[in-house]
């Protein structure tokens, strides 16, 4: 891409991921985050955000195949980049969508990716300048999925949807690292 927006908007992984490639239409925000975040419509950036918890992680896997979308590994997410533009449409309080789940949602339409773009992120809207490094992977990005715990393994089962013993539920204050 040429020319990107000056403005871009921080999302968690995988959820940023899930913007682009799997068919997330609306990312959900509070009133007052939309109010304060100075958000309208038009488009921007998205940007992955740097904090990603392995809960987080494994709540966006099973909503996401819950949908029929296969997250990648969490040590192939990119984080604190501009990863693509997506144009915001609408601000909506209400939605039939199984996307909606906030007080609010910014419903959203023509995402490209992009190959990341390292940069620092903000809450709301911010006007992104390209910087520094992407976020490192951790440890538990690595050991993810694998047998012996440890990068230098293979996933038993590398086709299958991720199983889990009883549904993750939906993390709560996971912080707003952007």
Known sequence: MSELPHL??????PWAWAILHGGKIIENRSAGAIRSGGMTTGT???????????????????RLQR???????????????????????????RSDSEWFGGEMGLVLENPRAIDPIPA?????YFEWNAGGS?????????AYD????????????PD?????????????GTGRKA
């Open 134 to 142: 992407l976020a490192p992977v951790l440890p538990w990005m690595r």
């Open 8 to 13: 871009a908007l921080s999302v968690r992984q």
């Open 67 to 93: 949908h029929g979308v296969t997250a990648p590994r969490p040590d192939s997410l990119p984080r604190r980049a501009i990863i693509g533009t997506v144009e915001v449409v609408d601000i909506i309080d």
């Open 160 to 172: 299958l949807d991720q199983s889990f013993r009883t549904d993750p539920s939906k993390p709560i």
């Open 44 to 62: 921007i950036c998205l940007h992955a955000a740097s904090g990603m918890t392995e809960a987080e992680y494994q709540w966006g896997v099973w």
């Open 120 to 124: 620092k992120g903000k809450l709301g």
């Open 146 to 157: 694998r047998p012996g715990g440890d990068d230098g393994t293979l996933p038993l089962f």
